[in-house]
């Protein structure tokens, strides 16, 4: 052999030994330790035999390729297979806790642990995974808080933790994530007001939580990009300010099932809006039917069903031609409702029901369920409703 050739080759490979068998490694030390960790984390009782766990053998390199029968999936390896760039894994009923030495794969892109039984707190040392753009954890049983220090992955684009038992306030830095797009938090036991959040949000979701307070224009401030706010079932209260659904990229809004009071609302600039379905039932809203929503030239979908709105239905719902879906039921609307409603070129569906109209025709799909007993709109108007 040539002089010089074998050290080069020698510091090509490095050689190492589990249960006496010697394999060429290509795959860091550091990250072989880590997924050593994380599989020696996951209880051995909920790894079927056909998961991808189940073939992680580490008497293979992880990186090393043909992959016949060791490390078939869940890992993905940089172009040069030294470094675990992404860890997927497949929802085959997992069970264990989260090992704090995951923050060791510091290459990774994505972590995706969905629709499996992880559980205990969420490792603060996941921060060190700074080259992290997703981070999936939905689905599972982690508890405690959401870890402070994860407002430190600066590259992170999509964060999803919904579907577990989380608990306590959101950290306060949650604006410093200057990367983040899409922040789904839904279905967990989060409490207290928001803080204030990223600006290139395009996705907002925090569905389901135990969130309270009034809904602070400084929590959105410079929320140019965000187009989808999900945070219904919450305890959300007082005023919806009128800044709110001037929002310029809002299209999506859900703020069903919380406790709002009141909703103020202004002609968008230049009738220029991307609103298109706006869902408020559910609340304690107070006064008329806003009229302002048939400012927003492409809202096709609204729901106030279920406050304790009062007075007539505005004429100009019935002639807003964008408008395909209105739940206006569950309130306590008085008079007659827009003859445009029951025009043969006009399709709305939806329902005017359970309210103290008049002349709502039976016969029609959009009146169900009944009227109120007139007994209880005369109890509401202090008297005999004025039509």
Not at 309 to 330: A, C, H, N, Q, V
């Amino acid at each position: 052999m040539l002089p010089g050739i074998l050290p080069f080759l020698l510091s090509c490979f490095f050689l190492f030994s589990t249960d006496n068998l010697v394999a060429v490694a290509l795959t860091s030390p550091q990250d072989i330790s880590a997924l050593q960790a994380f599989k020696a984390s996951v209880k051995p009782s909920s790894i079927p035999p056909w998961s991808c766990l189940a073939s992680w053998d580490f008497t293979a390199d992880p990186c090393a390729f043909p992959r016949r029968t060791h490390f078939t999936c869940g890992i993905t390896c940089s172009p040069d297979s030294t470094r675990i760039t992404q860890l997927t894994l497949d929802p085959a009923g997992y069970s264990g806790q989260l090992t704090p030495l995951i923050s060791q794969l510091a290459s990774l892109t994505i972590l995706d642990l969905a629709d499996n039984s992880f559980y205990g707190p969420i490792p603060s040392s996941i921060s060190s995974l700074i080259n992290l753009q997703t981070l999936t954890l939905r689905s599972n049983s982690f508890s405690g808080a959401v870890p402070n220090s994860v407002t430190s992955l600066k590259s992170l684009q999509s964060l999803d933790f919904s579907h577990n038992y989380l608990s306590g306030y959101l950290p306060k830095t949650m604006d410093s994530m200057s990367s983040l797009r899409r922040l789904d938090l839904s279905y967990n036991k989060l409490t207290g007001p928001l803080p204030k959040l990223p600006y290139n949000l395009l996705e907002l979701a925090l569905k389901a939580n135990s969130l309270s307070g009034s809904l602070s224009k400084s929590s959105f401030d410079r929320l140019t990009q965000l187009e989808v706010v999900e945070l219904s079932e919450n305890s959300f209260t007082g005023t919806l300010e009128p800044w709110f659904f001037l929002l310029p990229a809002l299209q999506q809004v859900d703020l069903s099932n919380n406790s709002l009071a009141r909703v103020e609302i202004s002609k968008p600039s230049n009738a220029s809006s991307d609103l298109v379905a706006v869902d408020l039932g559910f609340n304690k809203i107070e006064g008329n039917a806003p009229l302002q929503f048939v400012d927003f030239p492409l809202l096709s979908s609204l729901s106030l069903r279920y406050n304790r709105l009062r007075g007539t239905i505005p004429l100009e719902y019935g002639r807003k031609k964008s408008l395909r879906r209105l739940f206006l039921d569950g309130n306590f609307l008085i008079g007659k409702p827009p003859p445009a409603f029951f025009a043969s070129d006009k399709s709305v569906s939806g329902s005017l029901g359970d309210n103290c109209l008049q002349a709502c025709p039976g016969s029609f799909q959009l009146c169900m369920p009944s009227q109120k007993p007139s007994s209880v709109c005369k109890q509401a108007y202090g008297g005999k409703p004025r039509s």
